[in-house]
Structures are given as structure tokens and as C-alpha cells.
């Protein structure tokens, strides 16, 4: 993993005098005693974290914590009262007016919440935008917003005005005028916030399959946690302009550094979270297909399970065997492969446990996990479903 963008000790108050305020702060002012005797705000206090190449990183906290300050510094339409901001290795807080310039043109996009389009050009015109600033010649620039609004959905409405269009749709305008100029970095200030659920969970939807095609980095920014842990590879919650937790949402989920994050995440619903590869287990006994009725029976007693998972030598899943059948098989001169029962359910490790609850209640089998290639990884037991969730 090589490391986009890195941001230390990054700080922004707002006011007349925001390097003799900084000197309060490090002296030990909080945020509001620092407005109450200077005047001044402090947007966000000493906030350090990387974002790594092709990363979703979600910036997450309630209204006011700091969250649109700190990603307006990150293309420098904050400049920030201290701290240093590295893309690509260079400190961008130091580039001078040219280079700025370029930096925004060429490596970074901004989606806002409430869209930002020109209301008097058309569809196309408003993607065109960026690539005609940058010179791009007519054609050229034309192609490519079309090909960007056709990879947001929005084929056929080149010629119209965002009037004409609905929140959802002037927000997908709002992506492929981002993605148009092929920046590295894109950064979203709650682009959905505005939107209706059904449409916004759409957009949601969209957006993974757009950075899964186009692999940008994206720094996500949300007030909704459900938003965050969905869509973020890495969440990092702020509050009061610090930041007081960086990690994946199950890391968040498990271990809450805080009271303020335990109740942050209460509202997280778990089942839309955690996914089979969290929840499942080896299990004590497997089976291989080449070890014969005795070895299955012994596997199952000691371990005092009732059935057991057979593979193969490749460790590719070939059923399931129970401990009366290989009994009975025994008797009957029969093999393993003759008994081999294949009504359980299987899943693959990236499903969530929202989708194994109906599989898992009506089940006797535990779920078999298997990747892509039929491999078997664990095992997930009913009981760890319904823990998951709660
Ligand atoms: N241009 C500004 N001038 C003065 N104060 C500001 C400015 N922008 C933001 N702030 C203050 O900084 C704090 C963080 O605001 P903001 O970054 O907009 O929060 P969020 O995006 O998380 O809702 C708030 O107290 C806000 O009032
Ligand atoms: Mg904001």
C-alpha cells in the first residue's frame, strides 16, 4: 500500500489572528474557551492521518466538528494555520500560485453537497468545465464528458439543463465533472446528504462501483455512520475538530476507543457491517474425501459434533457427511462419497450477515464460507450470526 495523501499536525482557526490563537491553543485552551476570550474558532486542532492509494476514507462527526474545514484544506481553499499536508511525497501547504494552480486542475476534485453546477450551461457543458479550463480542445473535452456521463448513468442527457433534473441526477452531473479531468484525488463533501434514502443508497451503490472501475482515492465526508461504515474503507471520527479515532468499521465497531464513539456506533446497524469472513470460524474437524468412514466418525466423537465438512485434496468443498449416515455406511459397506449430503448453505467471505440470517435460522448445518474457487475457509455457526447482530 503506498501512502496518497499524508496530513500532520494540521490545524485551522479562523479569525483575525490565527498564529497568536494557535499559541492559546497549544497552551492548553480548549475550543470554546479560545472563542470565548479571543474571538477566534478553531476549525480543526492537530489532525494527522494518511490515506492510502485507492482508499475510500471516510471523514465522519456530527455538524461542526471540523469535517468540511479539514477537506477544504486538503485543495488548499483553507490554507491552514499550521501542519503539513503530502500528496504524492509533496507538501502542497508549500506550493506557490502556479503550482496550486496545476495541483487543482489536474489532481484533485471537489463534489459538494448541494451540487454546484452552472445553472445556465448545459448537462455536458457543466463536465466540459474542468477540461476547458485546462485548454483541452473542443472535441477532445466533449468525448470525454460524454464517455464520464455515461459511466454515471446519465446517457441521452448531455442537452439539458441541471433544472431539468432531479437531486440525484444533478449529483451524478456533479461526479462525472469530477472524474472528468482524471484527478487522483477526489474529495466529497457529503454528496449525498441532500438526496432522499432510496435515491441516496443509490448513489451509495454507484459510487463503490465507480471506485472499483476507476480506483481514485476517495475522502468521503458524512455526519450519518451508517453512510461511513458502508462505504469507507477506513473511517476516521471527528469531534470538536479532532480526531478522535481512525479505523475500519469493524475495528471501530469492536473496540470503540471512547464513550463518544461507543454512542456514535449505537446506531450502526451491525448486520450491514460485519461480513462472513468476520464471523467465521475453522472448525475443529474437517474431513478430507480420501479418509475413510472411520476417520469421519472419529473426527466427528471427538470433537463431539454431529456432522462434519468434507474437501478434497485442494481443499475445495465436496459436502457435508452426518454422524448417523457414516454409521450406517459402515454397516452397509458403503464410502464416504455415497453418503455425502449437500442440502446446507454455503456463502462467499464478503457477504453480510444481514444476508445469512434466513439461511442461518433455517438451517441445521452450519454455513460452509468458500471463496471463489470453491475453497473451503470456515464455518459459520448460527449462533454467530445472531451474536453479530446484536
Ligand atoms: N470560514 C469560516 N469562518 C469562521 N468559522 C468557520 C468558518 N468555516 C467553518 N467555521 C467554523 O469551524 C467549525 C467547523 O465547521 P465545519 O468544518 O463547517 O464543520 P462540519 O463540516 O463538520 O459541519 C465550526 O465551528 C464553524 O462555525
Ligand atoms: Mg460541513
Given at each position: ?13 479562523f ?8 499559541k ?11 472563542l470565548?476570550?479571543?474571538?477566534h474558532?478553531v476549525?480543526?486542532n ?6 492510502n492509494?485507492?482508499?475510500?476514507f471516510v ?24 501542519g503539513?499536508?503530502?500528496?504524492n511525497?509533496?507538501d ?13 486542475q489536474?489532481?484533485?476534485a ?8 452552472l445553472?445556465h450551461?448545459?448537462?455536458i457543458?457543466n ?7 485546462r485548454?483541452?480542445p ?6 470525454k464528458?460524454?464517455?464520464m456521463?455515461a ?8 442537452d439539458?439543463?441541471?433544472s431539468?433534473?432531479?437531486?440525484g ?6 461526479l ?5 479531468n482524471?484527478?487522483d484525488?477526489l474529495?466529497m463533501?457529503?454528496?449525498?446528504s ?14 463503490l462501483?465507480?471506485q472499483?472501475?476507476?480506483?481514485k482515492?476517495?475522502i468521503f465526508i ?15 471520527v471527528?469531534?470538536?475538530?479532532v ?19 461507543e ?9 450491514k ?5 468476520h464471523?467465521l470460524f ?5 474431513v478430507?474425501i ?14 463431539g ?21 457414516t454409521i ?17 448453505f ?20 452450519p ?24
Amino acid at each position: 500500500m503506498t501512502v496518497k495523501v499524508k496530513v500532520e499536525n494540521l490545524t485551522k482557526i479562523f479569525g483575525r489572528h490565527p498564529k497568536a490563537t494557535l499559541k492559546k491553543l497549544k497552551g492548553g485552551l480548549t475550543k470554546e474557551e479560545i472563542l470565548k476570550q479571543t474571538g477566534h474558532t478553531v476549525g480543526i486542532n492537530n489532525v494527522s492521518f494518511d490515506v492510502n492509494d485507492g482508499e475510500m476514507f471516510v471523514i465522519m462527526g456530527l455538524s461542526g466538528s471540523g469535517k468540511s474545514t479539514l477537506i477544504r484544506c486538503l485543495n488548499m481553499l483553507n490554507v491552514p494555520t499550521e501542519g503539513s499536508i503530502e500528496v504524492n511525497g509533496e507538501d502542497i501547504v508549500k506550493y506557490n500560485k502556479q503550482e496550486l494552480r496545476e495541483f487543482r486542475q489536474k489532481k484533485v476534485a471537489m463534489v459538494f453537497q448541494h451540487f454546484g453546477l452552472l445553472t445556465h450551461r448545459t448537462v455536458i457543458r457543466n463536465v466540459e468545465y474542468g477540461l476547458e479550463i485546462r485548454g483541452v480542445p473542443k472535441e477532445e473535452r466533449y468525448e470525454k464528458a460524454k464517455n464520464m456521463l455515461a459511466t454515471v448513468g446519465l446517457e441521452g442527457w448531455e442537452d439539458k439543463y441541471p433544472s431539468e433534473l432531479s437531486g440525484g441526477m444533478q449529483q451524478r452531473v456533479g461526479l462525472a465533472r469530477a472524474l472528468a479531468n482524471d484527478p487522483d484525488i477526489l474529495l466529497m463533501d457529503e454528496p449525498f446528504s441532500a438526496l432522499d434514502p432510496l435515491i441516496r443508497r443509490d448513489m451509495q451503490l454507484e459510487l463503490l462501483d465507480i471506485q472499483a472501475k476507476l480506483k481514485k482515492t476517495i475522502i468521503f465526508i458524512t455526519h450519518d455512520v451508517n453512510e461511513a461504515f458502508k462505504l469507507g474503507d477506513r473511517v476516521a471520527v471527528m469531534k470538536d475538530g479532532v480526531i478522535e479515532q481512525i479505523g475500519t468499521p469493524e475495528e471501530i465497531l469492536a473496540n470503540p476507543v471512547n464513550e463518544y464513539i461507543e454512542n456514535f456506533v449505537q446506531d450502526v446497524d451491525k448486520s450491514k457491517v460485519v461480513q462472513a469472513k468476520h464471523i467465521l470460524f475453522k472448525p475443529s474437524a474437517l474431513v478430507s474425501i480420501k479418509d475413510g468412514l472411520k476417520v469421519a466418525v472419529k473426527e466427528m466423537k471427538t470433537n463431539g459434533i454431529s456432522s462434519v465438512f468434507v474437501v478434497d485434496s485442494e481443499r475445495k468443498l465436496r459436502g457435508l457427511v452426518t454422524i448417523d449416515d457414516t454409521i450406517k455406511a459402515m454397516q452397509d459397506g458403503k464410502t464416504l462419497k455415497d453418503i455425502l449430503i449437500k442440502d446446507y448453505f454455503t456463502t462467499d467471505p464478503e457477504t453480510y450477515v444481514q444476508d445469512l440470517i434466513s439461511k442461518a435460522s433455517s438451517s441445521k448445518y452450519p454455513i460452509a464460507v468458500v471463496d471463489e474457487t470453491d475453497k473451503f475457509m470456515g464455518i459459520i455457526m448460527r449462533v454467530s450470526v445472531l451474536s453479530a447482530l446484536t
